[in-house]
């Protein structure tokens, strides 16, 4: 529909002559025309921005702000781990779906140096909740914590807090003694709960001159959370220290565990026998043993990007240090370096029974034999 045939529509009263004087020297009749554009399903952003601009020119806020809270939809929550293009591209998309220009509104608003209730609206819809508490509490502190009651984020919902208590702290007139002050801050601790602020995150706003006594009760409360924080604190390190020396009593009796390994013995995944073949092997508590060589080849698939590296970094250093073989002396140097390199192999690589362990889970989807086997 055309603005034109939008304008005939509009029902206005008129007299025999054809002009109505209540319309025409009615200073609202702008805003009572563009109105009923928009009624008709105008979608046209210059309609929206002018009529923004001529409510924000009348002395009473409340037109504005119901036009306001019907156009301007609230900000979308993001969701965590969302790339900034994303919450770009997101934003975007509002924008070019919304009639209004909220950018324009919010200069328009904030130009007037009044309807500061609006411009909250305009930055909530922006998301922008910090810039819309601090201008709330210009105006209406009521109105700020209100909009960090509304905040889900932990950490935001602590700043928003913070500047409500700095400006509790900072504003009217204060007693000498600085009771006022006091007064106003613990009823901001008391509003948001001790959940998210306590008296010490609120002392630097504190006059230096205020006494103790006047929010005592609140020490005593921060105290008495401290010492049943301390005493869940000393019940963990009991609990810690327990199960260090539980796993201390294990390793010692790891250490003097033994185990078997009869003459003839095979190894499981090779057949070959472990003592003719002169060959480093390991024997596991399961009863199976195993070659090093064969258990290499078993394990490594199965191991992750930075223990592979670590197989092969101590797999280096041990060939380095053996082709000093020609010179004993050397190799007494790097006795205890050697023992704690093939250790730390054995911990990679034999850490489990290949056939009882992991590695036998993770292998379930393979086949009994290769190609070249068969």
Same mark, same amino acid.
């Given at each position: 529909?055309?603005?034109?045939?939008?304008?005939?529509?509009?029902?206005?009263?008129?007299?025999?002559?054809?002009?109505?004087?209540?319309?025409?020297?009615?200073?609202?009749?702008?805003?009572?025309?563009?109105?009923?554009?928009?009624?008709?399903?105008?979608?046209?952003?210059?309609?929206?921005?002018?009529?923004?601009?001529?409510?924000?020119?009348?002395?009473?806020?409340?037109?504005?702000?119901?036009? !306001?809270?019907?156009?301007?939809?609230?900000?979308?929550?993001?969701?965590?781990?969302?790339?900034?293009?994303?919450?770009?591209?997101?934003?975007?998309?509002?924008?070019?779906?919304?009639?209004?220009?909220?950018?324009?509104?919010?200069?328009?608003?904030?130009?007037?140096?009044?309807?500061?209730?609006?411009?909250?609206?305009?930055?909530?819809?922006?998301?922008?909740?910090?810039?819309?508490?601090? !201008?709330?509490?210009?105006?209406?502190?009521?109105?700020?914590?209100?909009?960090?009651?509304?905040?889900?984020?932990?950490?935001?919902?602590?700043?928003?807090?913070?500047?409500?208590?700095?400006?509790?702290?900072?504003?009217?007139?204060?007693?000498?003694?600085?009771?006022?002050?006091?007064?106003?801050?613990?009823?901001?601790?008391?509003?948001?709960?001790?959940?998210?602020?306590?008296?010490?995150?609120?002392?630097?706003?504190?006059?230096?001159?205020?006494?103790?006594?006047?929010?005592?009760?609140?020490?005593?409360?921060?105290?008495?959370?401290?010492?049943?924080?301390?005493?869940?604190?000393?019940?963990?390190?009991?609990?810690?220290?327990?199960?260090?020396?539980?796993?201390?009593?294990?390793?010692?009796?790891?250490?003097?565990?033994?185990?078997?390994?009869?003459?003839?013995?095979?190894?499981?995944?090779?057949?070959?026998?472990?003592?003719?073949?002169?060959?480093?092997?390991?024997?596991?508590?399961?009863?199976?043993?195993?070659?090093?060589?064969?258990?290499?080849?078993?394990?490594?698939?199965?191991?992750?990007?930075?223990?592979?590296?670590?197989?092969?970094?101590?797999?280096?250093?041990?060939?380095?240090?053996?082709?000093?073989?020609?010179?004993?002396?050397?190799?007494?140097?790097?006795?205890?370096?050697?023992?704690?390199?093939?250790?730390? !192999?054995?911990?990679?690589?034999?850490?489990?029974?290949?056939?009882?362990?992991?590695?036998?889970?993770?292998?379930?989807?393979?086949?009994?034999?290769?190609?070249?086997?068969?």
């Amino acid at each position: 529909m055309h603005y034109e045939e939008q304008r005939k529509s509009i029902s206005l009263s008129t007299g025999d002559s054809g002009t109505n004087p209540s319309f025409v020297n009615d200073p609202n009749a702008s805003i009572t025309y563009f109105e009923g554009v928009i009624k008709l399903g105008s979608s046209s952003r210059a309609i929206y921005n002018y009529l923004t601009s001529l409510y924000a020119r009348l002395e009473d806020e409340g037109p504005l702000f119901r036009f !306001l809270s019907v156009s301007v939809p609230a900000a979308a929550s993001v969701p965590f781990g969302q790339s900034v293009s994303d919450i770009l591209l997101k934003q975007a998309e509002e924008e070019r779906n919304c009639p209004l220009d909220r950018g324009y509104a919010l200069r328009t608003i904030l130009k007037t140096g009044r309807h500061f209730r609006s411009a909250v609206k305009l930055y909530m819809g922006f998301g922008m909740r910090q810039q819309a508490v601090e !201008l709330a509490l210009k105006v209406d502190p009521s109105l700020a914590r209100d909009l960090a009651r509304q905040c889900d984020d932990n950490g935001e919902t602590k700043r928003l807090w913070l500047m409500i208590a700095r400006n509790a702290a900072g504003n009217g007139t204060t007693a000498r003694d600085g009771k006022d002050v006091v007064s106003r801050v613990v009823m901001v601790l008391k509003e948001c709960g001790p959940d998210i602020l306590s008296i010490e995150d609120v002392l630097p706003f504190l006059p230096d001159f205020a006494q103790i006594d006047q929010f005592k009760d609140e020490i005593c409360e921060a105290l008495a959370s401290y010492s049943s924080k301390i005493e869940h604190y000393l019940k963990e390190m009991n609990e810690c220290d327990q199960t260090c020396d539980a796993l201390r009593e294990e390793l010692l009796r790891l250490k003097e565990t033994g185990t078997q390994v009869r003459a003839d013995a095979r190894c499981a995944l090779t057949n070959k026998r472990i003592l003719e073949n002169g060959e480093p092997f390991y024997a596991f508590p399961s009863g199976y043993a195993v070659l090093e060589s064969a258990l290499k080849r078993e394990v490594i698939p199965y191991l992750n990007e930075k223990q592979l590296n670590r197989v092969k970094f101590i797999e280096n250093e041990l060939e380095r240090i053996r082709k000093l073989g020609r010179n004993p002396y050397e190799i007494a140097k790097y006795e205890y370096e050697i023992e704690e390199l093939i250790s730390e !192999l054995g911990g990679l690589i034999a850490a489990e029974c290949p056939l009882t362990g992991t590695v036998m889970v993770e292998s379930i989807d393979s086949g009994f034999s290769s190609d070249d086997e068969d």
